[in-house]
């Protein structure tokens, strides 16, 4: 039987996060060498938006490509995806028509509310109210779950909607006859604000506060008009970045469980030595960085690395992989684990070889892109293997602004190298080559180095 595909996937949780609650990376990936999986230390978005991310990692398309480019109406959100037909043309119908039983579980796309199953979910448990403390989480299904069920709250006050989701997958699992392969999303909503937690974690982290890294409070006259329209965060503003940040690890601790307990069901059906794990989240996020005191959006590592842990049959264990990898690189991924072909419009590659621990030609640059959102305005940059990030912008009071950073020298991306002089040729060459590029023109386009 073709090896099962697991997908866990986080909302707005930045990279460093994890480090906070061990755990996760113990259940899936290196942790320090003695974990049954693998870690990617540089694992990236596109797009750093949830929804425009989370269409990438179904389709494998960067999103100027799969056109869905913001979290609203009309550029984006579930009504987006659907008029983009990609809502019945993804990673999940292609696994269903090669025998998979496809299942998601907890949050779907930014603007979903019911009343309809996608064609490429067998079985579907999409949540409709994820981040409301009041009315209480609600889903919209196709199999087996409601209000009225005997087996779950939909409370949240009672029962932690990331125990609920963890409960549904639990029996979904054991419900599975390990007939036929099994892909299965489970889609949590933690960390994303408000952050829900278990009550029993109400005192852990009480002393904890937003790193305070070189960046945290502070605008500088080379950033872009954006940035530095951000006052320096007041008392205020900081205690909301710090009460966020602990709030957020809190929620991950339940994450943590939830997926130890998911990984735990496979080895009591026997699937374990079977099952694919990908452990992810849809962007990152900042904390007070740049002065700016919560978000996304933004071409700054906080907001693009994510954390990206993998095991599975063939992937090799304890290690940490050096590469570039991208939310474009999952549904390429899936279909080589799958043994079908990528279809022509991922952009993305799949990351199986890698995790073999096999040598093969890699990307050495990516695309950053964004569209004017939530106060960030429309831009493309490209991130290079020696560590250039080179962005320009297109919108609003910031448009013709670039930046440009060393983040070996600079990791916190406080000096804006343009300062210093004109743009290095090859960056621009190769944001010109990728800002449009389309499935193998931008695998090309990537693996262009330095010269």
Not at 149 to 172: F, I, K
Not at 235 to 247: C, F, G, P
Not at 303 to 315: A, E, M, Q, T, Y
């Amino acid at each position: 039987m073709k090896p099962n595909i697991v997908l866990l996937l986080t909302d707005d949780q930045d990279e460093r996060s994890l480090s906070l609650v061990p755990g996760v990376e113990e259940a899936i990936g290196a942790a320090g060498g003695t974990g049954p999986g693998a870690t990617f230390n540089r694992a990236f978005v596109t797009t750093p938006v949830c929804c425009a991310s989370r269409v990438s990692q179904l389709t494998g398309a960067y999103a100027h490509n799969h056109n869905v480019l913001t979290n609203f109406p009309p550029t984006g959100s579930v009504t987006k995806f659907r008029s983009e037909g990609w809502e019945d043309e993804n990673i999940a119908s292609r696994l269903k028509a090669a025998g998979y039983r496809t299942t998601i579980i907890g949050k779907y796309m930014n603007g979903y509310t019911g009343g309809y199953v996608p064609a490429p979910w067998e079985r579907y448990f999409a949540s409709t109210r994820p981040y409301q403390a009041s009315p209480p989480l609600t889903f919209y299904e196709n199999m087996g779950l409601g209000a009225e069920g005997p087996e779950y709250s939909t409370d949240p006050t009672r029962y932690l909607d990331t125990y609920l989701l963890r409960d549904v997958a639990v029996r979904e699992i054991g419900r599975w006859g390990a007939d036929r392969p099994l892909f299965m999303v489970v889609s949590f909503h933690g960390p994303h604000f408000p952050a829900f937690s278990d009550p029993a974690d109400a005192d852990r982290f009480a002393d904890l506060k937003a790193p305070r890294v070189p960046s945290w409070g502070v605008s500088d006259a080379d950033d872009p008009q954006y940035v530095k329209n951000q006052a320096p965060l007041t008392a205020e503003e900081a205690k909301a970045a710090d009460t966020l940040y602990r709030k957020k690890a809190r929620s991950i601790l339940a994450i943590r469980r939830a997926i130890v307990d998911i990984v735990k069901k496979f080895e009591e059906k026997g699937q374990l030595d079977n099952t694919y794990f990908v452990f992810t989240s849809d962007n990152g996020y900042r904390h007070g960085e740049h002065a700016m005191v919560h978000g996304k959006h933004t071409p700054y590592e906080e907001d693009i690395n994510v954390p990206l842990f993998v095991r599975g049959p063939d992937v090799s264990k304890g290690v940490r992989l050096p590469n570039f990898a991208l939310n474009i690189d999952l549904a390429p991924t899936f279909c080589e684990w799958a043994a079908i072909s990528p279809r022509p419009y991922m952009d993305g590659r799949s990351l199986a070889p890698l995790l073999r621990g096999e040598s093969v030609p890699w990307r050495t640059n990516f695309l950053i892109e964004h569209w004017a959102e939530s106060g960030v305005p429309t831009y493309k940059g490209v991130r290079s293997n020696e560590g250039r990030v080179y962005v320009e912008y297109t919108s609003g009071a910031s448009a013709g602004d670039k930046e440009l950073y060393d983040v070996r020298e600079d990791p916190y991306q406080l000096n804006n190298l343009m300062d210093d002089g004109a743009t290095p040729t090859y960056l621009r060459e190769r944001l010109a080559a990728l800002k449009a590029c389309s499935g193998d023109a931008c695998r090309s386009a990537e693996e262009v180095s330095r010269t």
